[in-house]
């Protein structure tokens, strides 16, 4: 990608960011991050039918989380340092060799700990990317208009990604086999990933004389609001997900436990796309406010949802609640980021999210088996709260 001059401006749209980037940057950005979506869904198939056990295969899931959120911040930190490109070369080697163990290895036990090394060793696709679009804008005189429709642009890519990926994965599982299905996440792996690391838009590991000079200190309190609406949003997509399967379960239609998921998805890519529209007076940290009083709203909503119907209403509502705070909260990393520190900055934001996702997922699990799925999905509503709060922190945090 290359900047040309650009003039002032409050806003830019996502057509004119992607008129911006070459259309090989495009593909390859939205591929190299469709493992991520696809390895949780193929991971819990897979070893439920091996074992017999979902409570083996949600372990397994447990694990591919935990060794995401302790890698990513590894990976940023290795990609800022080093580049890149090698980062994701070796992480890709590394993820590819995990994921052939998983399928020659028999035992519960061991699968387990190599899953973890799936999640250890994820290249961080989307991290990088962010990274790469921030590094594009840097010279730009609309540099946040463009950071912003960037961002937008990210988000949908994300919302997609973990739409489709799960469905790529459950059709292939059961038409053919939960093994062919990861088989599939494997070859769009190396492939996705091997490409995106290669592209010539690919980050280098920062300059011996900037690594050496001192550092701008991180803005702690304002990173740490940050998280926490990250981490919130992860909330909502693990306690979504668990909810709406029990209450379509306990209806006796959990034949559409996908669709209705999925609705949240499209609410959260469409208003994500939208998102750069709004007036620059809306700065992102209002944003982040105005999303969780909307979620507040949706997240009760789908507490009280009785049909299937009025569920998927809510959880569409509940997408177009959170995209806006979604796109922000990486844009606002953006710009706290120490020059050679973006990748790492995006990790430190994607780890919170993945996080959050897994808090969400566990503690609405045992709330459905011990009060019922309602009770669970008051976990939107939590967030909601804890997301407005931190918009409120963002504010009064936000460096000069």
């Given at each position: 990608m290359t900047s040309p001059p650009a003039p002032v401006t409050d806003r830019v749209s996502v057509t004119q960011v992607l008129g911006h980037a070459g259309p090989s940057f495009l593909l390859l950005d939205a591929l190299a991050r469709?493992?991520?979506?696809?390895?949780?869904?193929?991971?819990?198939?897979?070893?439920?039918?091996?074992?017999?056990?979902?409570?083996?295969?949600?372990?397994a899931v447990a694990a591919l989380s935990l060794g995401g959120a302790v890698g990513g911040p590894l990976v940023g930190q290795a990609a800022d340092r080093w580049g890149q490109r090698p980062t994701a070369l070796a992480t890709t080697a590394v993820q590819a060799t995990a994921l052939l163990l998983v399928l020659a290895l028999d035992a519960p036990a061991a699968s387990v700990a190599v899953v973890a090394m799936l999640g250890l060793a994820n290249p961080q696709a989307g991290a990088m990317a962010r990274a790469r679009w921030a590094a594009?804008?840097?010279?730009?005189?609309?540099?946040?208009?463009?950071?912003?429709?960037?961002?937008?642009?990210?988000?949908?890519?994300?919302?997609?990604?973990?739409?489709?990926?799960?469905?790529?994965?459950?059709?292939?599982?059961?038409?053919?086999?939960?093994?062919?299905?990861?088989?599939?996440?494997?070859?769009?792996?190396?492939?996705?990933?091997?490409?995106?690391?290669?592209?010539?838009?690919?980050?280098?590991?920062?300059?011996?004389?900037?690594?050496?000079?001192?550092?701008?200190?991180?803005?702690?309190?304002?990173?740490?609001?940050?998280?926490?609406?990250?981490?919130s949003i992860g909330v909502v997509f693990g306690v979504t997900q668990t909810g709406v399967a029990a209450r379509l379960a306990d209806t006796g239609q959990d034949e559409l436990t996908g669709l209705v998921y999925g609705l949240m998805g499209v609410g959260s890519a469409v208003t994500a796309l939208l998102t750069p529209r709004l007036p620059s007076r809306l700065t992102h940290e209002v944003r982040v406010v105005v999303s969780g009083v909307l979620l507040l709203g949706a997240g009760a909503l789908a507490t009280v949802a009785g049909t299937p119907a009025l569920l998927a209403g809510a959880n569409l509502l509940i997408g177009v609640a959170i995209a806006p705070a979604l796109v922000s909260t990486y844009a606002l990393a953006e710009r706290a980021a120490p020059d050679g520190w973006g990748t790492t900055m995006m990790t430190a934001v994607s780890t919170a999210n993945v996080v959050g996702v897994a808090a969400g997922a566990a503690v609405a699990g045992q709330l459905?088996?011990?009060?019922?799925?309602a009770l669970a999905l008051l976990g939107d509503v939590a967030a909601g709260g804890a997301l407005l709060l931190a918009g409120v922190a963002l504010r009064l945090t936000r460096p000069r």
């Open positions: 469709l493992p991520v979506a696809m390895f949780p869904l193929g991971v819990l198939l897979l070893v439920a039918d091996r074992t017999g056990s979902y409570g083996a295969g949600g372990l594009y804008a840097r010279e730009r005189q609309d540099r946040r208009a463009f950071v912003s429709g960037a961002m937008a642009f990210e988000g949908a890519l994300d919302e997609t990604s973990f739409v489709l990926g799960p469905v790529l994965v459950g059709t292939v599982a059961a038409l053919v086999s939960p093994a062919a299905a990861m088989l599939l996440a494997l070859t769009v792996a190396v492939v996705a990933q091997t490409g995106f690391a290669l592209h010539r838009s690919a980050l280098p590991g920062r300059d011996r004389h900037v690594a050496r000079a001192p550092r701008a200190p991180l803005p702690r309190a304002h990173l740490t609001a940050l998280l926490v609406a990250t981490g459905v088996d011990g009060a019922g799925p």
